[in-house]
């Protein structure tokens, strides 16, 4: 990928799991329940539907920040390798310009490489106030996910 610009945002992270995989856990919403949202959240509502042209909507809460709604709409899904999908927040201190975010999986030696980006953010500020978000989202995917991982490489059900 070319420089980044200013109203975009990369994260890439890299699971100890098979891109199906990961993409499953993307794809199904009782699993996304368990990892959405930051560290210190709990996502208490999420109508989630890989299906291009749906909206979808969600909810979580924490102790220190209380609710925050979002949502957006579904736009392109490449099962097993891409997903592509908008999102805005609903409260007006977080809003900002409907955002598209793109999430591209790519398997490499039995791990995959989940690239997230997402743009256009109005302001830099309103770009970095993301990152930490959805690092910490991503922190608990990934151990969801390599547990998952684990799980069924030693022939448990998940």
């Given at each position: 990928?070319?420089?980044?610009?200013?109203?975009?945002?990369?994260?890439?992270?890299?699971f100890?799991?098979?891109?199906a995989?990961?993409f499953?856990?993307?794809?199904?919403?009782?699993?996304?329940?368990?990892?959405?949202?930051?560290?210190?959240?709990?996502?208490?509502e999420?109508?989630?539907?890989?299906t291009?042209?749906?909206?979808?909507r969600?909810?979580?809460?924490?102790?220190?920040?209380?609710?925050?709604?979002?949502?957006g709409?579904?736009r392109?899904?490449?099962?097993?390798?891409?997903?592509?999908?908008?999102?805005?927040?609903?409260?007006?201190?977080?809003?900002d310009?409907?955002?598209?975010?793109?999430?591209?999986?790519?398997?490499?030696?039995?791990?995959t490489?989940?690239?997230?980006?997402?743009?256009?953010?109005?302001?830099?500020?309103?770009?970095?106030?993301?990152i930490?978000?959805?690092?910490s989202?991503?922190?608990?995917?990934?151990?969801?996910?390599?547990?998952i991982?684990l799980?069924?490489?030693?022939?448990?059900?998940?």
């Amino acid at each position: 990928m070319s420089e980044i610009r200013d109203d975009e945002l990369l994260i890439e992270r890299e699971f100890d799991a098979p891109a199906a995989l990961v993409f499953r856990l993307w794809e199904d919403r009782d699993h996304m329940l368990r990892w959405w949202g930051p560290e210190k959240f709990t996502t208490i509502e999420l109508d989630w539907e890989l299906t291009p042209g749906r909206p979808w909507r969600g909810a979580m809460t924490s102790k220190q920040f209380g609710l925050s709604r979002f949502g957006g709409t579904i736009r392109e899904v490449e099962k097993d390798r891409r997903i592509v999908f908008t999102f805005q927040w609903d409260e007006e201190a977080g809003r900002d310009c409907d955002t598209v975010v793109t999430v591209t999986l790519a398997e490499k030696d039995g791990k995959t490489i989940q690239t997230f980006h997402q743009t256009p953010f109005s302001t830099v500020a309103i770009r970095d106030s993301h990152i930490g978000g959805w690092n910490s989202l991503f922190n608990k995917q990934q151990v969801y996910v390599e547990n998952i991982a684990l799980a069924e490489q030693k022939g448990l059900r998940t």
